[in-house]
């Protein structure tokens, strides 16, 4: 009978084995030392290797045919190493062992990755990730600490985060906390010290998984139960979570970017009005827009086409935001479509995107791995200009599906996929990524401008 050592040879050795059974390459390391194979990878290590049931390390054969063992086995996943405090258990059963900061509490999402190497503070403050538990690909989260000005939501939305190296103490002349203690203080959960290349391999080949982050405050870990509750947690996939993280009643917005020196200003010289439809808006959005001039409105996810039009806009914002467009879309594409009937400019970001794709007769569906960072290239088609991009998306347009009357603008340099349309009969336009920059790159912050010149059009100068 092959040994474990035989079986990952045959996988393509540690690595290719790892990512072949879609688990980390500690989980590969525990079966060499236990000199077995967990049977839930058995079909997994078949389809790959060819071997059968009888040649897997810790079946037997009986009575001429291939059996299981009737006794339970020690799996050596279940077992706490020495100094683990944490754990990550996927849908999959796969476990990922660390040391947890942060809360002590367990949450349960999908498993993603950004592949941003600064602004973590922005990023788990962004509400487009309600619902989702962030790897961060980069090692050095943490270095930079916390502080006030770098918080795009109320609290952080993320529901926790996966690093690789612990936390260390902040060494940024700005940082007002140690970013423990300002998770601590919002309830978040952090693991470290895990694989989070193997993490980010199995993510990237089989796409975001369930998982539950676990930080216990006792140190016990109920592992069958934590590996039911991931593989049951239902998904993304038909969620609507802009309702969760929207504003509950308007409110004026007159903040604008930080600045050298200065800080935060404030618009006091608005030219024109602009609603800005709160699907999860990161605050640094509704700055630029009051850079451009813009006397800002937001309103919550809900609103109607009535409500929006009643504050007299020159123009309406349909903002970011976490979970499924096609169920946000049940109302939020009517309130859409009654501002485009009115010839209203419309401009959206990422969710907004969606939702205007939706509203013009699009469909979207869910990407296989999702785009999360802040170097993703865009090509302009009108112009052929590539940007270097910040994106924070699960769901993308169908371009397949778009109707006349509605071309495409931008394309991913990464995958193909969608990231720009614009009516020609309308006066709307929108983008998948986040020009606003926070964090990432500014390379497409002209795009608010662009928003601004399409009201003054639209309003013949006036």
Known sequence: M????????????????????????????????????????WPAVIAATGLPLSDMPGATAGAGQPTVETAPMPDPEDSVPEGATAALVLGDGSVFWGRGFGARRTTVGEVCFNTGMTGYQETLTDPSYAGQIITFTFPHIGNVGANP?????????????????????????????????????????????????????????????????CHPADGRFDLPALRAQARDWPGLEGMDLARDVSCRQAYRWDETTWAWGRGFGRQDAPRRRVVAVDYGAKRNILRCLADSGMDVTVVPATATAEEILRHEPDGVFL????????????????????????????????????????????????????????????????????????????????????????EVTHVSLFDGS??????????????????????????????FRRFADLIEREKGGS
């Open 418 to 447: 969608n990231e720009g349309i614009a009516s020609t009969d309308r006066p709307a336009f929108s983008v998948q990524y986040h020009p606003e920059a926070s964090p990432g790159p500014s390379d497409s912050g002209h795009l």
């Open 2 to 41: 092959p040994t474990v050592e035989d079986v990952v040879r045959l996988l393509g050795g540690p690595d290719a084995a790892a990512s072949r059974c879609r688990v980390g390459t500690e989980a590969i390391r525990k079966w060499r030392q236990a000199q077995a194979i967990p049977s839930r990878h």
């Open 319 to 406: 903002s970011n935001g976490p979970g499924d467009p096609a169920s946000t879309g049940e109302y939020a594409v009517p309130a859409i479509q009654g501002v485009l009937e009115k010839r209203v400019p419309v401009f959206g970001i990422c969710l907004g995107h969606q939702l205007l794709a939706l509203a013009l007769g699009a469909k979207t569906y869910k990407l296989r791995m999702g785009h999360r960072g802040a170097n993703q290239p865009v090509k302009d088609l009108a112009t052929g200009r590539v940007e270097i991009t910040s994106q924070n998306h699960g769901f993308a347009v169908d371009d397949k599906s778009l109707p006349a009357g509605v």
């Open 149 to 213: 000005e770098d918080m795009e939501a109320v609290s952080p939305v993320a529901l926790g985060l996966v690093v690789k190296q612990d936390v260390t103490e902040p060494a940024n002349w700005r940082a007002t906390r140690h970013l423990d203690d300002w998770l601590r203080s919002h309830d978040v959960p952090g693991i470290a010290g895990l694989d989070t290349r193997a993490l980010t391999v199995l993510i990237r080949d089989g796409g975001p998984p369930h998982g539950v982050l």
